[in-house]
C-alpha cells in the first residue's frame, strides 16, 4: 500500500462563531480551500444568533451542527434535549426532542449528520443510541448497539458515506461501528492501544470523497485514515504544540479537495493537512 505523507498548511487559532458563520454562509472560498499553498484571504464576520435559554433560537450548550442540501441548519441543543431547524441566516423553522429514552426523546444529544436524501442522524450519548429523523423532525428510527456487541459505550462523532451507511465513534470503548442506513449493524474496528487501527478514544470522524474514513484518535494525539471496510491506510501526528503535533484532537473534517483540517482543541487551533503527491 502506497504510504501517504501530510503537510501542515495552516495553524488558526478557533473562533467558534467566525468559523460557524462563514462555513454556514459559504463565505470560505473553495480555490483557497483546495490550494495547497498559504491562504492570505482575510475573512469577516457574517453572523451570530442565539442566546442562552429554552425558547426558539435559543440554546443551552449546543454541540453538534450539520447543514443540508438547501443550507438549512441543525443545532444539537444539548441541554434543551432537542434539535432546531433553522434558515441559514438564523431564523427558527421547526423543533424537536424532549428529555426522556422513548422515540424522539433525549438525554444528551451530541453529534448530528445529514445524508444526501436529507435525513438527519443524531448520537445521543446518554441514551446509547442513533436516532434517524426527517428534515421536518418526524422520528424514522432509532439502534443502539447490542449487535455490536457494545452496550455500554458512549457515541460520539457520527458521519454518512456515498452508499448512505453510517459510521459511528464510540469513544469510551476506541472503536467504530458501521451500519447501514436502516440501522442494520454491518462492521465495526478498533480497540484500545497505540497501534495501527487502535485508539485511546475516538472523537471525531470525516469522510472523504473516496469514503475513505478519518478518525481523531483523541488520546494518542493523532489522526487515523482507514478505508470504508476499515483497512489501516496511514496516521499522522504525535503530543505536542508544534506544527503537526497535537493536544486533544477532537473535530475533522474535509473539503472537496481532500484537505484535512482538525480541531487541536487543548492547543485552542485549527490544523491543515493536504497530501503530498
Given amino acids: ?61 449546543p454541540h453538534g451542527v450539520a447543514v443540508d442540501s438547501s443550507d438549512n441548519v441543525y443545532v444539537v441543543d444539548t441541554k434543551n434535549f432537542r434539535v432546531q431547524k433553522l434558515t441559514s441566516d438564523g431564523k427558527f423553522i421547526t423543533q424537536w426532542g424532549t428529555e426522556g429514552t422513548g422515540n424522539g426523546e433525549f438525554k444528551k444529544p451530541h453529534s448530528i449528520a445529514v445524508d444526501s436524501s436529507n435525513y438527519i442522524y443524531i448520537t445521543d450519548e446518554d441514551n446509547k443510541n442513533v436516532q434517524k429523523y426527517t428534515s421536518d423532525g418526524e422520528f424514522v428510527t432509532q439502534w443502539g448497539f447490542e449487535a455490536a456487541g457494545d452496550e455500554t459505550g458512549e457515541p460520539h462523532g457520527i458521519e454518512i458515506d456515498s452508499s448512505g451507511n453510517v459510521y459511528v465513534a464510540i469513544r469510551d470503548n476506541s472503536k467504530i461501528l458501521k451500519y447501514t442506513s436502516d440501522g442494520k449493524f454491518i462492521k465495526q474496528w478498533g480497540s484500545e492501544g497505540t497501534g495501527d487501527g487502535e485508539f485511546d478514544r475516538t472523537h471525531g470522524i470525516a469522510i472523504d470523497s473516496a469514503d475513505n474514513v478519518y478518525l481523531s484518535d483523541m488520546g494518542n494525539f493523532r489522526v487515523q485514515k482507514f478505508d470504508s471496510n476499515g483497512n489501516f491506510i496511514t496516521k499522522w501526528g504525535s503530543e505536542g504544540t508544534g506544527e503537526g503535533q497535537f493536544n486533544i484532537p477532537e473535530g475533522i473534517d474535509i473539503d472537496s479537495s481532500g484537505n484535512v483540517y482538525v480541531a487541536d482543541t487543548h492547543n485552542s487551533r485549527i490544523q491543515k493537512f493536504a497530501i503530498v503527491k
Avoid: P
Avoid at 8 to 21: D, G, H, P
Avoid at 42 to 59: C, H, K, N, P, Q
Fill in 1 to 61: 500500500m502506497h504510504e501517504m505523507c501530510y503537510m501542515r498548511i495552516k495553524t488558526v487559532s478557533i473562533v467558534t462563531l467566525v468559523t460557524f458563520a462563514l462555513i454556514l454562509m459559504g463565505s470560505v472560498n473553495g480555490n483557497a480551500l483546495g490550494s495547497t499553498q498559504q491562504d492570505n484571504n482575510r475573512y469577516s464576520l457574517v453572523a451570530i444568533w442565539g442566546t442562552e435559554g429554552t425558547g426558539d433560537g435559543e440554546f443551552a450548550e
